[in-house]
């Protein structure tokens, strides 16, 4: 039986780098500072691990597959792609998602269009590794959450995982898809502990998660906005309201399915994302409720989100713009 142990978010991320890198020669890890800049070899190296140290330790065991970047995600990028392309499995580490318009064209219209451009011909099995959100005062050019953007290029996969466990079979699923996968990391959830079996195992792209079930109203999440949810259905429980939790954890393909059901189940949705309101994901969701379950709908979709507005730096207003559980609670109530 494989045993489950308790780890964070981020060990969950290096652990599954590590089984995907002893399990396939052709995984590389690339980025900035993912092995330090320093000695290459022997005691000397430098582990720095990446910007918040998630791949520290990597580079001792595979020292010619780990490897440091100059500081230009166009290339950090544009290289990935390239050697996705001639027959590797490159990890390309993208420090935030917030750097995504300085490397946009390789993915958007390289990594995205080649399979289909080449009739299937074509692959690019190519994973990028991005830290997103809010919520450590990382200031308005660090603390975005842009999946939106590449959900919505056809083309590529995004996930966003909510647990540690998540975090390693979503990103060991990744790393061996022959398409282009977007992994978001969010930056609330790399220090959280969660219990991730031992050895080699993966979760299914394009599969939600139903985190609690409930028969009243159905609480939609992705990423670090799950727990909010949870809590959420833990305060509703108090008063006798029976919340469902599901967790959409991949982006891009979407499991419509699974969104509909819990629609079917409850007759209430409130979507709850990081991200800004206009053309994101929970924009996306309520509009699928719309088209598909509207007869399903026994009251308005409700979207929390952030507001239409850059990354506050300031702890208090960093706060009162990102989703709550109590703003979950508040929308659940709203009696419109």
Request: glycine share 10%.
């Amino acid at each position: 039986m494989t045993r489950a142990r308790t780890l964070t978010f981020g060990q969950a991320v290096n652990e599954a780098l590590r089984i995907a890198m002893e399990t396939d020669p052709d995984v590389i890890l690339l980025g900035e500072d993912v092995a330090g800049g320093g000695a290459r070899t022997g005691a000397d190296v430098d582990e720095m691990g990446g910007v918040l140290g998630t791949t520290r330790g990597l580079v001792k065991a595979f020292p010619d597959r780990v490897l440091d970047t100059p500081i230009s995600e166009m290339g950090l990028i544009g290289t990935a792609v390239g050697a996705a392309a001639t027959g590797l499995r490159p990890v390309a580490e993208l420090m935030f998602i917030d750097f995504l318009g300085t490397c946009l064209d390789p993915l958007l219209n390289q990594a995205a269009k080649l399979r289909y451009m080449f009739g299937g011909k074509a692959r690019v099995p190519l994973t990028v590794r991005t830290v997103t959100g809010a919520g450590m005062q990382a200031a308005a050019q660090h603390s975005q959450s842009l999946y939106w953007i590449t959900a919505g290029i056809p083309g590529l996969k995004t996930v966003i995982p909510a647990t540690p466990h998540d975090a390693k079979g979503l990103l060991l699923a990744a790393i061996r898809d022959d398409d282009p996968v977007i992994f978001c990391e969010p930056k609330s959830l790399l220090f959280a502990a969660g219990e991730v079996p031992e050895g080699d195992y993966e979760v299914p792209i394009g599969k939600a998660r139903l985190a609690r079930e409930g028969s009243d109203v159905s609480l939609i999440g992705m990423g670090a906005t799950v727990r909010m949810c949870e809590q959420a259905a833990e305060q509703l429980a108090r008063d006798g309201i029976s919340a469902e939790v599901l967790d959409l954890r991949s982006l891009a393909p979407l499991d419509e399915e699974a969104i509909l059901a819990t629609l079917e189940k409850t007759g209430r949705v409130v979507v709850v994302d990081e991200a800004t309101p206009r053309c994101g994901i929970a924009s996306d969701v309520a509009a699928l409720c719309v088209d598909r379950g509207f007869d399903f709908l026994n009251a308005p979709v409700r979207r929390v989100t952030a507001p239409h507005a850059p990354v506050p730096f300031s702890k208090t207003l960093e706060d009162a713009y990102m989703p709550s559980a109590a703003k979950i609670v508040a929308a659940v109530r709203d009696p419109r």
